[in-house]
């Protein structure tokens, strides 16, 4: 209801948030295609928990998250990386994949570590706080970006730019660490502090920067990119390329009881080894977040 308030106060919902991913390559993959029983000769089946294999499927979960996850106004996922990844993973692991949406990370980490859910493709920075319950799995890499309306044109060059600004950033995310790290510059540099706007989602982070709420809205580079290239009449961005403000490798999540740490770190290699990780990063054309191997429980 409040999103859809929203929209009517600015005629209209962002496009970024409705569209498919065909604008980044001239085959978009399909996501219909998902594996409709248990393949028991999978590379990898025989690795899942038995847990996993009982209950015949995987339950990730996410909230919407362009380009990873595209969430429908139903709040199902109509297309993203995910769902691509996904078709991949069920070829390695043997089981169909189902997707949940849920409203922020933080709800995604809560029902995650209430069982309610098998596994959180995130991505999210694997934090020594969150190592504490989950297992994190690297899968991509990124810098922080900051998204801004045209209509309101403003040089940014550096990161001193952002100073005195107020950053619109999904709660929780990787986001908020990066704009505390502005708000410390700033303070430094004896200019005005950076001013945090902490929101439930990537959706939110954009209809408050058009309203005015916020100036920037912060998040990974390839979301940024995404939003972007979809609303060039809209949007452009900053993105520091120094490295000043960090460079981070982001994992997907399970709980350490569940036993999918090691597989899920097994299956990401795999798909990076035969070709599948880099057909979905392609289509999307994020390959330049690319990593070449998936590692387990780098804590930042």
């Not at 962002?14 to 569209?19: C, D, E, I, N, T």
């Not at 690795?47 to 996410?62: D, M, N, Q, S, Y």
């Amino acid at each position: 209801m409040l999103i859809a308030a929203w929209c009517r106060l600015l005629g209209g919902c962002l496009l970024a948030l409705s569209v498919g991913h065909a604008a980044f390559a001239n085959e978009p993959m399909r996501t219909e295609s998902r594996l409709q029983t248990v393949d028991t000769s999978a590379p990898l089946y025989a690795k899942l928990p038995e847990k996993i294999k009982k209950a015949g499927e995987i339950r990730f979960v996410g909230d919407s998250h362009p380009p990873y996850r595209i969430v429908t106004d139903r709040r199902s996922i109509s297309a993203g990386l995910e769902p691509d990844l996904a078709r991949e993973l069920e070829k390695v692991l043997g089981v169909p994949i189902r997707h949940n949406v849920v409203n922020s990370l933080s709800a995604t980490l809560a029902g995650l570590a209430a069982g309610r859910y098998d596994l959180a493709l995130g991505p999210a920075v694997a934090t020594k706080e969150r190592l504490v319950k989950f297992d994190g799995v690297t899968w991509l890499t990124t810098r922080p970006a900051f998204v801004y309306p045209l209509d309101r044109p403003r040089t940014y060059s550096s990161a001193f730019d952002l100073c005195g600004r107020k950053i619109s950033y999904v709660a929780g995310s990787v986001t908020e660490r990066v704009t505390k790290k502005v708000v410390q510059m700033c303070q430094d540099a004896g200019k005005p502090a950076a001013v945090h706007v902490p929101l439930v989602d990537t959706n939110m982070t954009l209809i408050a920067t058009q309203a005015g709420r916020a100036d920037v809205a912060g998040m990974t580079l390839t979301a940024a990119s995404h939003v972007v290239h979809e609303n060039q009449q809209r949007f452009s961005m900053y993105s520091d390329a120094t490295g000043g403000l960090g460079k981070d490798l982001l994992s997907l999540f399970v709980t350490k009881d569940s036993g999918l740490g090691a597989v899920m770190q097994m299956a990401m290699n795999e798909l990076m080894s035969n070709g599948g990780y880099n057909k979905v990063m392609a289509a999307w054309g994020v390959e330049s977040v690319s990593v070449l191997k998936a590692e387990m429980n780098l804590a930042k």
